[in-house]
């Protein structure tokens, strides 16, 4: 192998952002003297990733809304592409952000490249015909599941289960006690977390009416506590503007910047947006409700395209209806509360919905960033 070695690596969203630093971490320590360039979120920056642009920019949610940006994201692939051609990788990872990545990857597999793409895009679930241009963009799809490896097998495309990175750092027991001393609570008092989202576009849809909820929830439990954890600190400014504008100020609510897995950690109950989150939230064994909302456009398209019969991943993985998910039109304050009063009221529906969690867990354990890394360095080795 020579050296110097680059790896060029395109993540989105923070939870991409998250999995490449770990990912830089575990390469460095059998190859010190790697490089990596690629676009990149504040951890992968701080792993000493070089950032032709950040993660950030990649963050847009939905059908409609991703054709608003579509030519500043066809420029800012154009701009990377080039990039890689002048400076040529040993290898590219493409961590999540399909819609991005697998152009970037077809152009660069066609120049001799290896590519792989790690976190797989949900074609089991919708949108199936992707399966094809995956098959042309990637040498390697790298699943965190593992039925995603049968299904990619199946259709003629080299896959390979690492497992869960959230499942590798999150422990069985997420330790409630020390997560209600550390925000304050005590543990006789009923606390609900709030995630309505990462996205503008999320919080939007969604933070006004988990309040609401909230708001309806109080009426039935007085003692009832809230926790809203802010995913950045650019989205601070958002949240407080729509605390100001309704007439929340009488629900008890501590607004943190981060700190969501303390949050859901102390929390009796977890009224969240459908993703990354949910999975999180099934790794705590906290219940849970999970709601999601969308553009009326881009919802009749997705419904259109949807080929199982769940939303949220932990259904998905039990391939049942664990989870109340509460979608569109159904996502309303009553019901939501409803929902949560369910679980907060009734500790054996509660302890129902969390009994094969910790199962789960287990199965997703993996050590999925030494998993990785080991696939990237024995295709290295293998060029």
């Given at each position: 192998m020579g050296s110097p070695l680059c790896i060029g690596l395109v993540a989105g969203e923070l939870s991409g952002d998250q999995l490449g630093a770990a990912l830089i971490r575990r390469i460095r320590e059998s190859r010190p003297d790697v490089r990596f360039a690629g676009i990149a979120g504040p951890q992968m920056r701080a792993a000493g990733c070089l950032a032709l642009a950040q993660a950030e920019d990649l963050s847009v949610m939905g059908l409609t809304e991703v054709l608003v940006h579509l030519p500043r994201l066809l420029r800012l692939r154009r701009r990377v592409l080039?990039?890689?051609?002048?400076?040529?990788?040993?290898?590219?990872?493409?961590?999540d952000a399909p819609d991005f990545n697998l152009g970037l990857e077809r152009r660069l597999k066609a120049l001799g490249i290896p590519t792989l793409h790690w976190v797989s895009p949900a074609v089991w679930a919708w949108r199936r015909y992707r399966v094809n241009k995956i098959r042309r963009s990637v040498d390697c799809m790298l699943t965190l599941f593992p039925f995603e490896t049968g299904f990619y097998r199946r259709h003629g495309v080299t896959a390979r289960y690492v497992g869960h990175p959230l499942a590798d750092e999150i422990p069985q027991d997420c330790g409630r006690a020390s997560a209600r001393e550390a925000l304050d609570i005590d543990t006789d008092i009923p606390c609900v977390a709030l995630l309505p989202g990462s996205r503008r576009s999320e919080i939007?849809?969604?933070?006004?009416?988990?309040?609401?909820?909230?708001?309806?929830c109080r009426r039935g439990m007085p003692a009832l506590r809230f926790v809203l954890p802010v995913a950045s600190a650019d989205l601070m400014d958002l949240c407080r503007d729509i605390l100001q504008r309704g007439r929340w100020q009488h629900l008890d609510i501590t607004v943190l910047e981060g700190e969501a897995r303390t949050a859901m950690c102390a929390a009796d109950a977890v009224l969240l947006a459908s993703g990354t989150a949910a999975l999180e939230c099934l790794l705590l064994k906290r219940p849970m409700v999970v709601a999601y909302r969308l553009h009326p456009l881009s919802y009749l398209l997705v419904r259109r395209l949807l080929r199982v019969p769940y939303v949220c991943l932990p259904n998905n993985l039990l391939n049942r209806a664990q989870v109340p998910e509460l979608l569109q039109s159904e996502a309303t304050p009553?019901?939501?509360a409803g929902a949560l009063l369910e679980l907060l009221q009734n500790p054996g529906e509660a302890s129902r919905q969390v009994a094969p969690f910790a199962a789960l867990h287990d199965e997703l354990r993996c050590d999925s960033a030494r998993q990785v890394a080991a696939a990237v360095l024995e295709r290295l080795s293998a060029e």
């Open positions: 080039r990039y890689f051609l002048e400076q040529p990788p040993q290898l590219f990872i493409g961590i939007g849809r969604l933070l006004p009416r988990f309040l609401e909820a909230a708001a309806e009553s019901r939501l």
